[in-house]
C-alpha cells in the first residue's frame, strides 16, 4: 500500500507540470546550492555532503542526496559546484551545477557583495514496474521509461559580513522545455523559475561564548504559494548549536551541530503538524558532514562569522 501511494504520488507530481527541486531543511549548511554568489563567501572552502530521507517507514520515499564544493582562488573570484540526486520510487533527478562567483568588499567594515552565474545539466527519468500499477489498461503508462536531459541556468546576488548575510537568486532561468507544449493543458512542459531569499544575522547573547542566529529562506516558484522558513540556531563557542525551524506548511524541524576539528555534522528531524501521512511514518531525517578546507587564498577573504 505503501508503494502504490508512493508512485501515485510521483505520476501527480509528475502532471502538474515540471519537476521540483528536492528541499532541505538545513538550508544554511549548503546554502551555496541555493544562490551561485555564495561560492567563495566563506574564510574556508567547504565540502559538504547532505542526505535527506524523507516519510521513513515509506517504501520508496524520496531519498535526496547532495555533494558539494567551493572555495575563492583569488580573493576576488570564486567558484564551486555541487551534484544532487534524488530518487522518489521510480521517478530520478540528477542534477550537477558549476558556478563562478566575483566578490566585491564594499567599505572598511568587511561588508562584501557577490555576484554569481550558475549552469546546470539535470536529467529525469522515470522507470516503472507495470506490476505495481493497479489493474486495468492505461495510456498515460507503458513498459517505456521516460527520459530527458535538459541545461539551464542560474544567478544571484549576495551581501554580507561577518555576522550577516542576505541573499537573492533566480534558478532555471531558460525555462527548459521536458516535452512539446500539449494543446488546451492549463500546464507548460517546462521547469518553472524558482526564486530564493534569504537572511540572517547572528548576535552575542552572553560574553563570546553563546551567540543566536535568526534566519530566514523564502523559496518560491513560479505559479506557486511561497514555502517560508523562519529558523533560530543557538551556538556555543561556534561550534555547538542547536536550532528550531518553522515552514508555513505546518512543519516543524528540530536541529542540532557538533564539531571536532574542521569536520562539522548536523542532523536534523521535520514533522509535519498538519500533514496525515504523519500518521503512517517515522518523519523526514536529515544529515549533513562538512569538511573545512583552509587555503591561503580563502583565509585572505572575509567570511560571513557562521557554521
Not at 555576484?115 to 507503458?142: C, E, M, R, T, V
Not at 532561468?173 to 524558482?194: G, W
Amino acid at each position: 500500500m505503501n508503494r502504490l501511494v508512493i508512485i501515485f504520488s510521483v505520476f501527480c507530481f509528475i502532471n502538474v507540470s515540471a519537476q521540483q527541486e528536492p528541499l532541505f531543511s538545513q538550508y544554511y549548511v549548503n546554502d551555496m546550492a541555493l544562490n551561485p554568489a555564495i561560492s567563495g563567501s566563506k574564510a574556508y572552502n567547504p565540502l559538504t555532503i547532505q542526505s535527506r530521507q524523507q516519510w521513513l517507514g515509506f517504501e520508496d520515499a524520496p531519498l535526496t542526496t547532495n555533494i558539494s564544493y567551493h572555495g575563492t582562488f583569488d580573493g576576488r573570484s570564486a567558484m564551486g559546484g555541487f551534484l544532487m540526486y534524488d530518487q522518489t520510487g521510480p521517478a530520478m533527478q540528477a542534477h550537477i551545477q558549476l558556478n563562478y562567483a566575483y566578490h566585491v568588499p564594499l567599505d572598511y567594515k568587511h561588508i562584501n557583495v557577490a555576484f554569481g552565474l550558475g549552469a546546470k545539466l539535470k536529467y529525469y527519468s522515470i522507470d516503472f514496474d507495470i506490476d505495481d500499477l493497479p489493474p486495468g489498461p492505461d495510456n498515460a503508462f507503458d513498459e517505456k521509461a521516460y527520459d530527458k536531459t535538459l541545461t539551464d541556468a542560474s544567478s544571484g546576488v549576495y551581501f554580507y559580513g561577518k555576522n550577516f548575510y542576505s541573499g537573492f537568486s533566480v534558478s532555471n532561468l531558460f525555462q527548459s522545455s521536458f516535452n512539446p507544449h500539449i494543446e488546451n493543458s492549463p500546464y507548460f512542459n517546462s521547469e518553472y523559475r524558482k526564486y530564493y531569499g534569504m537572511g540572517a544575522y547572528r548576535l552575542n547573547i552572553l560574553n563570546n561564548d553563546w551567540h543566536i542566529e535568526p534566519s530566514f529562506l523564502i523559496r518560491k516558484t513560479q505559479y506557486q504559494s511561497s514555502i517560508v522558513d523562519l529558523s533560530t540556531r543557538v551556538f556555543y563557542l561556534n561550534d555547538t548549536w542547536a536550532g528550531l525551524t518553522y515552514r508555513n506548511n505546518g512543519t516543524a524541524v528540530l536541529s542540532i551541530g557538533f564539531a571536532t576539528n574542521n569536520i562539522h555534522i548536523s542532523y536534523s528531524y521535520d514533522h509535519n503538524l498538519q500533514s496525515e501521512i504523519m500518521k503512517y511514518s517515522y518523519g523526514t531525517h536529515e544529515i549533513g558532514i562538512s569538511m573545512r578546507i583552509k587555503t591561503l587564498s580563502s583565509q585572505r577573504h572575509i567570511g560571513f562569522w557562521s557554521y
